[in-house]
């Protein structure tokens, strides 16, 4: 079966085309100007006029289920990448989880049963390697053969997550040696426990001082050690939810030395900020992630903007990882277990539905990144960086037909209303956003048509990925 998408403007990372776009079966099989074809016999047919045809978002930093301080992330893979198929995003990177004491591929196993045949969209795994034993080390390779090949490790969390310097060099070595992308949680959680443990103790309990605790010191230092011992063991280095200016800054030095560091921020850094943290009762909490929102005074906000227009960041994601703050009936008041004493909030907050629309409106709608640069940072470098190109993350002949038709006129209002992520509020409520999806076509079949659901649980396949593809 064939579909004709005729008379929409093609936007890929470099082009912008007025072109129609056929689809047969599962993938793109012709692009070509407006009417010097006969493709539109036996398709159905998709008028775009006035509208972007775009390639499906990619988010590379989703969380569902993840264990986390004494309860779950709201969202299954089911709930999770359904809403992401609402908010334009028609594949995810999903972090499966090693924790003290397990075997990795046991971790890898639980993690592939809790997405097999729940998922709307198409989905990966990076692997979070908690506990770094001569065992992990090789279930690192074992993990290649499935298309794993992105290690998640943390220098925040102490006695949770947290790996020491020699853990991460260790796992950093065999990176170098198998190919695969060693991607860092570079906040100094040794120094954070500190701060946290002295404000505690001298009453300061609210959801702000959860940025207080973690100044962009403590974020920009431990970007700064794992960029200099990435570069000596020869891996890749991939620095996750970066907020701080500072931080970037490292990463964007290390990149003028030519080395193979990479960066990614989250709309959460880009919009949100102490204001949030401090809204009245314990509504700060919705906003307590790590690493921090940041102080709005400190241009932490503009300068991220300003790394993505330069390439010093190259993705935006959203480390969805959603909590519920009041009495949801399945997972309750998952918050609230931080209720005065903000070290026991969990971290996290929703976002894999939000981060097409408030990127495209703060990017090409207030002017910060062309319309060129909002494709490549949501969709073609993390496909790059990621080994799914060209399969993902553009539109080609024989690429993926993961489609977004877009309209640039329409508005949106965010909402938790309006929204379908498993969660009980929207960290960007209020705000209206123009430009709108139109539709979402994954894998060639249509998932969201005129604000109906069209898709299914299953639908979404499992990518085993190939090494990054991005080179500085
Ligand atoms: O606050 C966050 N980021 N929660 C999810 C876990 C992580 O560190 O990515
Ligand atoms: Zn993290
Ligand atoms: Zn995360």
Redesign the pocket.
Known sequence: MTTLIKNGTVVTATEIMDADVLIDGEKVAGIAAPGSHSWEEGAEVIDASGKYVLPGGIDVHT?ME?P?GGTFASDDFESGTRAAAWGGTTTIIDFAVQVFGENVMDGYETWMEKAEGNCAIDYGMHMIVGDVTDQALKEMDMLMDEGVTSFKL?T?YPGVLYSDDGKIFRAMQKAAENGSTIMM?AENGIVIDVLREQALQRGETDPIYHSITRPPVTEAEATHRVIAYAELAGCPLYV??MSAKEAVEEVAIARNRGSNVFGETCPQYLYLGWKNLSEPGFDGAKYV??TPVRSEDQGHQEALWRYLATNDLQIVST?H?PFCMGDHPVHGTQKRLGEGDFTKIP??LPGVEDRMRMIYHGAVGEGRLSLNRFVEVTATAPAKMFGLFPQKGTIAVGSDADILVWDPEETHVMSVESSHMDVDYNCYEGTEVKGEIDKVIARGKVLISDGEYHGEKGDGQYLKRGTCQLLI
């Open positions: 969380h993840l986390f943390f925040a949680h996750v939810h992630c790590s480390d990882c971290n996290g």
